[in-house]
């Protein structure tokens, strides 16, 4: 019997398509919640969340084979994303990408023999102030060397605690993945949020009283509120402008013949 068949699933999957006023915008999450009760995206599982969205088959298909956060293989108690984008790659990142899969014998996107740990590499982390980086269930742990990288898969392997560098206490893929679909296991709070390569631009910026440019838009909002034209004459205005400026896209890209035919149709 699949996880899938569970009332509890069931609840949840309703639960997660009750927030959106268009039910097929719940695939995502979907994806995430049964990822946290098979492990995978199982073809069950896409018949299932085709089923209830209403949707074919072949529809979330093509989602779960478009995100890479969504994997066909079962994946270990621990996904080991490393970094090897440019500025990570540049500060060590390819190697230690090559020792962990040494290290732990695995190629790209694998899982170890015990089923503790899959390895891939990422393209980017988003944190390049603190390259190499590497994600444990898509938590950060920053400055990474190839000798702190293998203690660390070590550790995860031996169940010991390990905590992100800007974040919480790891926990398992499967827990990961029920957070990711929408339901907190109350610790979005616990750890740092950001740290001081992160946090260095804004205290220089503060130091010396820089604020960025306002922009042409907001600038525009300002004087329509003093004019005290309402919210609504504005959005209206808003649209007329998006309108005209997007005819003027397409005339400028329609050739002569065709501008001329269409001026003498009307």
């Known amino acids: 019997m699949s996880g899938l068949d569970s009332a509890r699933v069931r609840d949840d999957l309703q639960a997660i398509i009750a ?17 946290s009760v098979e492990g995978r995206v199982t073809s069950e599982a896409i018949e299932l969340c085709a089923e209830l969205l209403d949707i074919s088959a072949a529809d979330v298909n093509g989602v779960a ?7 066909r293989r079962e994946v ?14 540049v500060m060590g990142g390819d190697a230690i990408f090559s020792r962990l899969r040494e290290h732990l014998g695995v190629g790209n996107d694998e899982r170890t023999a015990d089923g503790k740990v899959t390895l891939e590499h990422i393209e980017c982390n988003a ?22 990288a293998v203690e660390l898969v070590d550790d995860l392997r031996a169940g010991t605690p390990r905590t992100a560098s800007r974040g919480a206490q790891i926990v398992t893929w499967r827990e990961a993945e029920r957070v990711l679909a929408g339901f907190p296991d109350g610790r979005a709070d616990e750890g740092p949020a950001a740290g001081e390569a992160s946090l260095a631009g804004l205290r ?3 130091e010396h009283a820089w604020t960025a440019p306002e922009s042409p838009a907001g600038r525009d909002s300002q004087a329509r509120s003093a004019s005290g034209e309402s919210p609504e004459a504005a959005v209206a205005q808003a649209d007329t402008q ?3 400026s997007e005819a003027l896209v397409d005339d400028s890209t329609t050739p002569p013949a065709q501008r001329d035919e269409a001026e003498e149709a009307e």
């Open 242 to 244: 998006r309108a005209e």
């Open 204 to 206: 220089l910026a503060q």
């Open 127 to 148: 944190a390049c102030d603190y390259a190499p980086v590497m994600t444990v269930n898509w938590e950060f742990f920053d400055n990474q060397t190839p000798d702190s």
């Open 19 to 35: 927030r959106y006023p268009q039910k097929r915008s719940a695939l995502l999450p979907m994806l995430h919640l049964v990822q």
């Open 65 to 71: 084979t478009f995100y890479t956060m969504y994997k």
């Open 76 to 89: 270990g108690d621990y996904h080991v994303g490393v970094c090897t984008n440019t500025l990570c790659a």
